[in-house]
């Protein structure tokens, strides 16, 4: 099993360029999330979802959006980048069961 | 609202040497606790999952306490090594499973 795997692992956008950042887990998990990690401000969620076709807000959503078509995969878009959006960028899952999240290896985005 | 914080945000202790790294939350309604373990550049690996009904959990030389009632979590690492030099994160889950987490200690184990 691959785990919770990320996509790009490093990006550099200029201001008011947008991207997707993909999520994608291989363990058949019902939830998926999407944190951010700031210096002194440590992890904030920023989207979740406990299903397909469904996703809700968490502590930090504005400037984000997000989809889940598939079971298996979490998209985080921005739409126009703000260099407030400068951070790295975990996504993560759980079993709806069980409630211990994995964690992918992250996407260093840098907004100039 | 929930906050959690942890003390110290820096460790630094030589090798061989058993340590506490302390969690505190002002919600003692949680439905678990977890402790997370971050090297740099790295994601996330999960060590330890305490259930609200729990007060410890093992695994190899690492103890996770949790006193609900006080609002602290406490995990241990026994015999310490160089290899266990990382950040340790911890982080307190509502019913709903939303993590919130602490900021973290770096912990450095000289050889």
């Known amino acids: 099993n691959a785990g919770v795997t990320q996509t790009p692992k490093f990006r550099v956008l200029k201001t008011g360029q947008s991207m997707t950042l993909l999520c994608a887990q291989d363990?058949?998990?019902?939830?998926m999330y999407w944190y951010r990690q700031d210096p002194g401000m440590g992890l904030r969620l920023i989207h979740y979802?406990?299903?397909?076709?469904?996703?809700a807000k968490g502590e930090v959503p504005d400037g984000y959006n997000v989809s889940r078509l598939k079971k298996q995969n979490f998209l985080l878009g921005l739409e126009s980048a703000a260099p407030s959006q400068t951070s790295v960028y975990f996504c993560?899952?759980?079993?709806?069961?069980?409630?211990?999240?994995?964690f992918g290896p992250g996407t260093r985005l840098t907004v100039l | 609202k929930q906050e959690v914080t942890q003390i110290p945000a820096a460790l630094s202790v030589p090798e061989g040497e058993n340590l506490v790294l302390n969690c505190s939350f002002t919600?003692?309604?949680?439905?678990?606790l977890q402790w997370f373990r971050q090297d740099p550049g790295k994601g996330l690996t999960s060590l330890l999952l305490?259930?609200?009904?729990?007060r410890e959990q093992t695994s190899g030389r690492l103890n996770a306490s949790l006193d609900k009632s006080s609002g602290r979590s406490t995990l241990y690492i026994a015999a310490s090594q160089p290899g266990d030099s990382a950040t340790y994160l911890c982080?307190?889950?509502?019913?709903?499973?939303?993590?919130?987490f602490g900021q973290g200690t770096t912990l450095q184990v000289k050889p």
């Open positions: 993560a899952s759980r079993k709806l069961s069980y409630n211990e999240q994995f």
């Open positions: 363990m058949n998990h019902e939830y």
């Open positions: 979802s406990v299903g397909e076709g469904t996703t």
């Open positions: 919600d003692s309604a949680i439905y678990n």
């Open positions: 305490i259930q609200s009904s729990q």
């Open positions: 982080a307190v889950s509502s019913n709903t499973g939303k993590l919130i």
